[in-house]
Nanobody, 121 residues
Framework: QVQLVESGGGLVQPGGSLRLSCAAS????????MRWYRQAPGKQRDLVAA???????NYADPGKGRFTISRDNTKNTVYLQMNSLKPEDTAVYYC???????????????WGQGTQVTVSS
């Protein structure tokens, strides 16, 4: 199977920056998309940003102009650079990756374990 390991969360003051990373490992054959979601306490999990196999990128409104998603295909890793952070960005951030793996090119869609981002003074 395919595992995702996230890192980079933490406590930051308003206006600060954080960079999240999500590395996919396993017998990966291809990746269709890599996405970041977030979930604040008591709220649903929402899409933050996505990058597709062809390189197209889209952002949800809250992160536009402040967040940047990127991927390193050689490392099967996706990043989320978050600048000008606000208290309302506080949430657990999850990466989500879809692709194929193994000799049979089976489809996988995996979630990371989540990393806490807290924006507070």
């Amino acid at each position: 199977q395919v595992q995702l390991v996230e890192s980079g969360g933490g406590l930051v003051q308003p206006g600060g920056s954080l960079r999240l990373s999500c590395a996919a490992s396993g017998s990966i054959r291809s990746i269709a998309f890599m996405r970041w979601y977030r979930q604040a306490p008591g709220k649903q999990r929402d899409l933050v940003a996505a990058v597709r196999v062809g390189g197209s990128i889209n952002y949800a409104d809250p992160g536009k102009g402040r967040f940047t998603i990127s991927r390193d295909n050689t490392k099967n890793t996706v990043y989320l650079q978050m600048n000008s952070l606000k208290p309302e960005d506080t949430a657990v951030y999850y990466c989500n990756v879809k692709g194929s793996y193994g000799s049979s090119w089976s489809v996988f869609r995996s979630w990371g374990q989540g990393t806490q981002v807290t924006v507070s003074s």
